[in-house]
């Protein structure tokens, strides 16, 4: 039985004052909750706060992005060692927006992807398809390639603490959710690519999340569907009470 992991994404958002005022309220809202697991993933600037804030509760902080090199003259970057240093130990690696706007590419989240695995995190890999490549019938090939890439000469066994999300960039702040069967289709695309890379063992214990516009009312349908092992959830995970009411779906 796969334990379900519900993962808030902040993106560009909230001061680290504004990140005390959220777990002061979210908090006590989930106080005890034992059957999922919960990380909220902030900006580098509200991580140190944001650890602060939950130690000794249910909830985990993780960081959004970091670089795959140990240190060095990276201008703006975040090594694993210094998220390691303030009590991090989950990433989300090859987010759409990343990829989007900042030029990341398989390649890139290939090289993140190891460095994390290395340095003992639990990596949040997204994957997912654009609009043109879904109304192309393209998705599948999307996904593989992405899966492939992303784990060109990663081991199974390194890769033992890996997550992926499924998050189809056409879902994601759209307000446009996938439904249910769109996908436990394409988990089952995902999970096949990663029978291929890592063996069907691995397969059966991986974590696949869906993210794209989950809000407290799809939250239940999304999370009892076939295949999903939880949420990557963006704009309603500001909120504390509307992330807490997905939390408890
Ligand atoms: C995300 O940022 O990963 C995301 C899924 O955003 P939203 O929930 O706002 O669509």
Redesign the pocket.
């Known amino acids: 039985m796969r334990k379900k992991l519900i993962a808030a ?1 902040w ?1 560009m958002y909230k001061t680290p004052e504004q990140s005390r005022e959220f777990f002061r309220d979210f908090l006590p809202l989930v106080e005890g909750h034992e059957r999922d697991e919960i990380v909220v993933c902030t900006p580098f600037i509200d991580l140190a706060t944001s650890v602060e804030a939950a130690r000794g509760s249910n909830v985990a902080v993780g960081a959004q992005n970091m670089h795959w090199e140990k240190e060095g003259a990276f201008t703006g970057e975040v090594s694993a060692a210094m998220l390691t240093a303030i009590g991090v130990a989950h990433v ?1 690696i090859g ?3 990343r990829r989007q706007y900042f030029n990341e590419t398989d390649d890139t989240v290939n090289l993140k992807l190891k460095a994390a695995l290395e340095a003992g995190f639990v990596p949040i890999v ?1 994957v997912g398809e654009v609009l043109e490549e879904r109304e192309a019938n393209l998705t599948d090939d999307v996904l593989r390639r992405q899966c492939l890439r992303a784990f060109h000469k990663v081991s199974a066994k390194k890769a033992a603490s890996l997550v992926v ?1 499924y ?1 189809p960039v056409w ?4 307000g446009k959710t996938a439904t249910p069967e769109i996908a436990s289709d394409a988990h089952a695309i995902i999970r096949g690519e990663v029978t291929q890379s890592f063996g069907e063992e691995f397969a059966n214990n991986l974590r696949i999340l869906y ?5 407290p009312d799809n939250a239940h349908a999304l999370m009892t569907a076939e295949g999903i092992d939880g949420a ?6 500001l909120d504390p009470k509307a992330f807490a009411a997905i939390v408890n779906y």
């Open positions: 994404n993106k989300i987010h759409s927006e997204c999300a998050e879902a994601i702040g759209t993210g794209g516009s989950v809000k990557l959830v963006g704009g309603a995970s």
